[in-house]
């Protein structure tokens, strides 16, 4: 609080009283009245004027400084009218109260667009149970087919799963922690079952991939690493160049972290567009060429990874391919956020 901006605030109220002053100086000296008793009539009105300001500042600048430091100091600032003491104070005491309302009617605003939110994931979640039934009857039925486009129809079914799954792990991203649990698992294991369920799509591609130089363990989700990295792979499918393609997917472990990297030699992504990837909603200048992208993939995977403690990175040259790194920290479990 400033002392210049306060009685800066303060002087309507101090000229006021000076103007009243010199009518009275005015009608005092027509008066005859001495010079003394003039003087000791001004001490008597600005003396004890003068010290309700002094006392009224510092009041108000311990209760707005106690406010400015808290604030600066606080991560949350919506948090603040429940730090702050109410003040001793009329106006002080009016402003905490707005405050405290303005809180409680944030909370209640919160909880209610919360209590939406978990609705709305609760019937994605039943609706993507619901819809898993039909998808497994066709699958069956497809099986059973001596249709020669039966293996088409997989491909499709399959690619109908892939965006569904999508669905689903999209609405949990905001709260994992009803859907996860901690374990230890060997990183090859996880890559070989993602490459199984692909397959298909790498043989029609006719795309070479090396896992050889995968090892180590890590702790954390093995079905939402295992999301992130089959979304990677999708990716690096679907961007692959016509002919020639390896995607090679190996591991560095080092003393605190494993690093897992999946790299392509596909079209690569132009140098404009490699900062904005994991966006949401960006598709870039390959989702527009290309068609079919969405935008979520990769923004999915920034988001789960955060939640799960792991970091991501992805580097591109245009025509060149693409490299992702998703690094596993080692030594303690992974901490949910």
């Known amino acids: 609080m400033n002392v210049k901006e306060y009685f800066i605030s303060k002087s ?25 008793i003039m003087f000791m009539i001004f001490l008597v009105w600005f003396s004890p004027l003068m010290i309700y300001i002094i006392i009224d500042f510092f009041t108000k600048k311990k ?26 104070y009329y106006e002080g005491k009016i402003i905490y109260e707005v405050l405290s309302d303005c809180n409680r009617n944030m909370h209640e605003h919160v909880n209610f667009y919360k209590n939406l939110q978990k609705e709305y994931r609760e019937y994605v979640e ?40 999508q669905a689903l792990y999209y609405s949990r991203s905001t709260d994992v922690s009803n859907d996860y649990i901690v374990r230890e698992f060997e990183v090859k294991e996880a890559v070989k079952e993602i490459i199984r369920n692909n397959r298909r799509d790498f043989i029609n591609k006719r795309i070479a991939v090396d896992i050889e130089d995968v090892s180590g363990k ?18 690096a499918i679907k961007y692959s160049k016509d002919s020639g393609s390896i995607l090679n997917i190996y591991t560095n472990e080092g003393k605190d972290n494993v690093v897992l990297t999946i790299q392509d030699n596909g079209i690569g992504i ?35 990874c955060e939640k799960l403690g792991l970091g ?15 690094v596993f920290p080692l030594g303690n479990f992974t901490n949910l956020k």
């Open 218 to 235: 890590v702790i954390t989700d093995l079905k939402w690493v295992k999301f992130i990295i089959n979304q990677i792979i999708i990716n």
């Open 312 to 326: 991501i990175s992805l580097s591109s040259i245009e025509s060149q391919g693409t490299k992702v790194n998703i």
């Open 12 to 36: 309507p109220y101090i000229i006021i009283n000076l103007i009243i002053y010199l009518l009275f100086l005015v009608l005092m000296s027509i008066a005859k009245m001495p010079l003394m």
């Open 63 to 88: 209760f707005y400084d106690d406010i400015v430091g808290i604030m600066d100091k606080l991560d949350k600032k919506y948090l603040l009218p429940e730090i702050i003491k109410s003040p001793n």
């Open 126 to 165: 039943t609706w993507v149970h619901e819809i898993k039934t039909p998808i497994s009857s066709s699958k069956l039925i497809i099986e059973n087919s001596e249709s020669k486009e039966k293996n088409s129809l997989s491909d499709e079914i399959r690619k109908i799963e892939e965006y569904i799954n």
């Open 270 to 304: 132009s140098q404009k567009d490699v900062n904005r990837v994991f966006d949401k909603g960006f598709t870039g200048s390959n989702g527009r060429k290309y068609g079919k992208s969405t935008g979520i993939g990769l923004y999915l995977c920034k988001k789960l």
